[in-house]
DNA sequence: CCATGAAATGAGAGTAGCTCTCAAAAGGTA
DNA sequence: TACCTTTTGAGAGCTACTCTCATTTCATGG
């Protein structure tokens, strides 16, 4: 789900660390930060590794050792395994429409309590710009082989049948649509609210359609 | 659908060119002709618009003035005007689904009867190459929106609305799901059965799901 | 507290995709 | 044949990205 913010480090492993490990994180959260906002001022194109190299404060080799591109800095995000723990703790019973609906508002929640406005840029830049929309598309089909192992563990169907594959990045392109429309629109509605409808449309169909 | 092969120029429209377009066209097809085969020879990564260039016979500059970009010298093609005009010819009572799928049908016998080499290394491509990939997904979006208008034409739907754009997006989804599992697989199956599958599910959800 | 090893960084050279500019060549027209 | 337009080639230039190697920075055991 690359559309939600990065998640921070939770308090829990920031003793545990050495020095090294403390200034690795917060390197990485340098250059991502000198990132949104060089980007904020002058655009995507126009923001040079060098120049976020220089802001972040350190060379611009560095940069590529923590981001493999410059697109992976913009949209890197490490919720998949949390998504995936949340997806195992619904009840046995449940619907995948009621899972996803469940997880996707968590995630939702969480991401737009830490950092409104990345969350923001990330699905306003998925729109402008092509290849951050690529490198998001391409994280969103690694979601989509979690979300198949997951559904593979409810429905009891092969995780490798075409039949899952399809269904699972089906729903993967719906809930994409829905950060694009979100983005289109000025981030006007409740996002929440439009992937619920999302949902509905991938659950149960078109609304209204004629017989 | 950028997975099938590019159409050729169809004959009624030979004669009326001048030497000009003819030209053209033909520098186009050499450069396409060249690059499949250095792929095929070298790999994708391994070949270079410099190399390219020197086997169509055309200086590098006039290749990225036919082709944006290298991955597009791969994927480029005609088909979206085709389709839509296949789909606004069928029969008005008719299920999306069934639409949908006479109309891949057609669109993948063509494909398959005038290059079907050429359409297995696009979708083996896609697979292997993160780039033509994502450039692939990219020209289905397109191909979403084209679809969208052709739903929204027979469901009523306002094209723009957030449920038709899901709709939309979500079939888009499962079908390229299909061209990667075909790939995947060593293109062993049948694809035309593979998308019939594939849109059983779109249309009916997932088999023998718990209730 | 220092010496030794490991990891992280910086500097720099190199590759390739892609853009832009401008002059030469080829096609169309009268 | 002469003139205009379109297409092409040559080449310079930018930037993302890779690789290598020397230097610095942290970790650790004596």
């Given at each position: 789900m690359t559309f939600m913010t990065a998640a921070r480090t939770t308090p829990a492993d920031r003793p545990a660390m050495g020095l090294r490990e403390r200034k690795k994180i917060k390197t990485r959260q340098a250059i991502r930060t000198a990132t949104y906002a060089l980007i904020e001022e002058q655009g995507y194109d126009a923001t040079t590794i060098e120049q976020i190299a220089d802001r972040a404060e350190v060379s611009p080799s560095t940069v590529f050792r923590y981001f493999p591109t410059k697109e992976d800095i913009v949209i890197t995000d490490e919720w998949d395994p949390v998504m995936l723990a949340e997806v195992r703790a619904?009840?046995?019973?449940?619907s995948w429409a009621d899972v996803l609906r469940h997880v996707m508002r968590t995630a939702l929640d969480l991401s737009l309590a830490e950092e409104p406005e990345v969350t923001r840029l990330r699905t306003r830049l998925a729109v402008e710009v092509p290849a951050v929309r690529a490198r998001m598309i391409e994280s969103m089909s690694a979601t989509g082989r979690l979300l198949r192992e997951a559904l593979a563990e409810r429905s009891?169907?092969?995780?490798?049948?075409l039949e899952l594959r399809v269904f699972a990045m089906s729903v993967m392109g719906g809930l994409m649509e829905v950060s694009h429309y979100w983005a289109e629109t000025g981030?006007?509605?409740?996002i929440r609210e439009l992937v619920d409808r999302a949902l509905d449309v991938l659950e149960k169909g078109l609304p209204t359609q004629k017989p």
């Open positions: 619904r009840p046995e019973d449940e009891g169907l092969d995780p490798d049948s981030h006007r509605d409740d």
